[in-house]
């Protein structure tokens, strides 16, 4: 089976976050299924620079007024068709943002060229390669499936997943003469939104089946709370949306293998762990002190609920801890951790930055991650600190209540607890939570356990693969596509 993916970051070519992670491992475990993922990005320089040989399958003078090519090639193992349009997307900054961290006013043209682009290759634009079902993934990519919709030609199964609601695509009305669609596009069956232009509404509207990235937050999307807006719409879709928990590249994230921390280990060796754990603290000028080391590696905005960590971390000072903070994000917050590092600089280390090598150090050295987010569709950071022994403390929302279990006394005592789960999800609820993992930390064979049984937990493709895999086996063997 032959499938398109659609996806505007791909690890680990491109990333700004989980979405990258998601779109570079899935790939490679569906093979085991006999499926084969072709996936198409745009090309930025990171892309263009990593792919090796490649074939130009297709040129456009003019793709919204930029001159453009598609080409194939692979890169890091995956198979990739890369629309190579330096207009768009050969420029300084980030995939969507300038160097001030401003949206590129052109987002609605640079996405609707990649997403027409890869409706072309859905509709056969490749000689002798077809995909048997097209996958997309966020805002993003959501327009290609309008434009197979409102296609006359033949149709495939068209799937989107939503990695995160909250981001939507939303442009002006105006630009909607310019996208190529037929009148009746800019309906409330098309990508009419709110008197705009809604790019994942109108995916989600044309998808034959959306899923998003955890059972729990399927469900939390039909309520006003989470629904972001478009509840109304995941309620009217609701036989066709399905959860699908993530899984995570066991090979990029092996602490036994990782190439970015200094001492190998696996759940048999923790002395080995400890001495990441030194070379952590090292690293980023804090004592080496008994107390437990909670961290945090996360986009720092108001989802992730890293204004709370900032507002709360004096109790971690206060009870003898250290914190780790790598993020970027939100000025106020960022602001919120530096006069905090400020304050407590014997406790508490802050990096603003994107730097993967650090976030494996860090899952591989500190005790304790904290994820205190307001809303998490799934969430990997959590499964990563599984994966490195290094013990989950969440929020009891989204895909956080179903990948982590609370260490109450009776998960402990059938040694099944991972980690911490709170609620409310407010800064009294992560201050309790603060407090009960210092209880933990100090009762230490009952930390040393839930550790341990953090490192045993599955957090690979394994099951989720399966159930895309079924997923893909249903859409093309039944004709559920009930979107036209
Ligand atoms: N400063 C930094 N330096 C280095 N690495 C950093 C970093 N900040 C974040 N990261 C990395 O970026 C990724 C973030 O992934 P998440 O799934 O936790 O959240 P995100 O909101 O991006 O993803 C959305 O999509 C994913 C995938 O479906 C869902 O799990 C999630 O709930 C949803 O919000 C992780 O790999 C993390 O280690």
Redesign the pocket.
């Known amino acids: 089976m032959n499938i398109l993916s659609v996806a505007a970051e791909i690890?680990p070519l491109v990333?700004?976050?989980?979405?990258?992670?998601?779109t570079g491992s899935l790939p490679k475990a569906l093979k085991s299924y006999g499926i084969q993922t072709h996936s198409i990005v745009p090309g930025y320089p990171g892309v263009m620079e990593a792919l090796g040989e490649t074939s130009p399958i297709a040129r456009y003078d003019s793709l919204f007024g930029e001159p453009a090519t598609i080409v194939a090639g692979q890169a890091a193992g995956l198979d990739l068709f890369v629309l190579d349009a330096p207009g768009f997307f050969n420029r300084p900054g980030g995939p969507y943002t300038d160097g001030h961290g401003h949206d590129f006013p052109d987002n609605w043209k640079r996405f609707a060229a990649f997403a027409f682009a890869a409706s072309q290759i859905a509709h056969g634009l490749i000689p002798n390669w077809r995909p048997d079902i097209i996958h997309a993934?966020?805002w993003h990519s959501a327009l290609s499936l309008v434009y197979l919709k409102f296609s006359s030609r033949p149709a495939i199964p068209r799937i989107l997943?939503v990695?995160?609601l909250?981001f939507q695509g939303q442009f002006a009305a105006h630009h909607f003469s310019e996208l190529g669609l037929p009148d009746e596009a800019y309906s409330i069956d098309g990508v009419e939104y709110y008197g705009d232009i809604g790019y994942l509404k109108g995916g989600l509207q044309a998808a034959d089946v959306i899923t998003v990235?955890?059972p729990t937050?399927a469900r939390e999307i039909m309520t006003p709370a989470f629904g972001m807006g478009l509840e109304g719409l995941m309620n009217a879709r609701h036989d066709d949306i399905v959860g699908i928990v993530?899984g995570i590249d066991m090979e990029v994230w092996d602490p036994s293998t990782d190439p970015h921390i200094d001492h190998h280990y696996s759940a048999r060796t923790p002395m080995r762990r400890l001495l990441n754990r030194c070379a952590l603290l090292d690293l980023v000028g804090l004592p080496n002190t008994s107390g437990p080391v909670f961290a945090s590696?996360?986009?720092?905005?108001w989802?992730?609920g890293m204004d709370l960590l900032a507002g709360t971390a004096d109790e971690i000072v206060a009870g003898g801890g250290k914190l780790i903070v790598?993020?970027?994000?939100e000025p106020d917050i960022e602001h919120a951790f530096m006069e905090v590092a400020r304050r407590f600089p014997q406790s508490v280390a802050v990096?603003?930055?994107?730097?993967?090598p650090?976030?494996h150090r860090i899952?591989a050295g500190a005790d304790a991650m904290l994820?205190p987010?307001r809303?998490?569709?799934?969430?990997?950071?959590?499964?990563?600190a599984l994966r490195y022994g290094c013990v989950p403390i969440v929020a009891r929302t989204?895909?956080?209540s179903e990948t982590i279990i609370d260490a109450n006394e009776a998960a402990l005592h059938a040694h099944a607890a991972t980690g911490i789960q709170f609620s409310p999800g407010d800064a009294s609820g992560l201050r309790h939570a603060l407090r009960r993992a210092f209880k933990l930390f100090r009762r230490h064979r009952v930390w040393e356990r839930l550790r341990r049984q953090g490192m045993k937990t599955d957090c690979s493709w394994h099951r989720s693969a399966a159930t895309y895999a079924e997923l893909y086996e249903e859409v093309l063997a039944t004709d559920i596509r009930l979107a036209g």
């Open positions: 690890y990333k700004t976050g989980g979405l990258a992670d998601v993934h966020d997943t990695h995160n909250a990235v955890s937050y993530n590696v996360n986009r720092l905005t989802q992730k790598l993020g970027q994000g990096k603003i930055g994107y730097d993967e650090l976030a899952h994820v987010s809303f998490e569709p799934c969430g990997l950071t959590q499964l990563y989204g895909g956080l």
